[in-house]
Nanobody, 120 residues
Framework: QVQPVESGGGLVQAGGSLRLSCAAS????????MGWFRQAPGKEREFVTA????????YYADSVKGRFTISRDNVKNTVYLQMNNLKPEDTGVYYC?????????????WGQGTQVTVSS
């Protein structure tokens, strides 16, 4: 079981950048595909992006293609989300999770998330 701890969120102006980190405990981290999800106020949680266990394959929601980049470091047990050209609609709580079914399925364990707020 991967237990993620997200960090790196904050307040940024539209057009700005943030880099989120997800430190995951568990010796089997490198065996898991991992993903980022987000939840905007009053909305359902939605898929953002996923990366396979080796980092060789990635998948993005259309809304973030060309702006967000997911990566991972299996030595540090960490997944990253580089977010560029942020938009107000990117505002929400961002969560990291293991991918149960490629590319958008997720496990039932959620961390506390990290808040991203993009001002216009």
């Amino acid at each position: 079981q991967v237990q993620p701890v997200e960090s790196g969120g904050g307040l940024v102006q539209a057009g700005g950048s943030l880099r989120l980190s997800c430190a995951a405990s568990g010796r089997s981290f490198r065996a898991y595909d991992m993903g980022w999800f987000r939840q905007a106020p009053g909305k359902e949680r939605e898929f953002v992006t996923a990366i396979n266990w080796s980092g060789g394959s990635t998948y993005y929601a259309d809304s973030v293609k060309g702006r967000f980049t997911i990566s991972r470091d299996n030595v540090k047990n960490t997944v990253y989300l580089q977010m560029n050209n942020l938009k107000p609609e990117d505002t929400g709580v961002y969560y990291c999770n293991a991918i149960s079914t490629w590319p958008t399925g997720h496990s039932d364990y959620w961390g506390q998330g990290t808040q991203v707020t993009v001002s216009s």
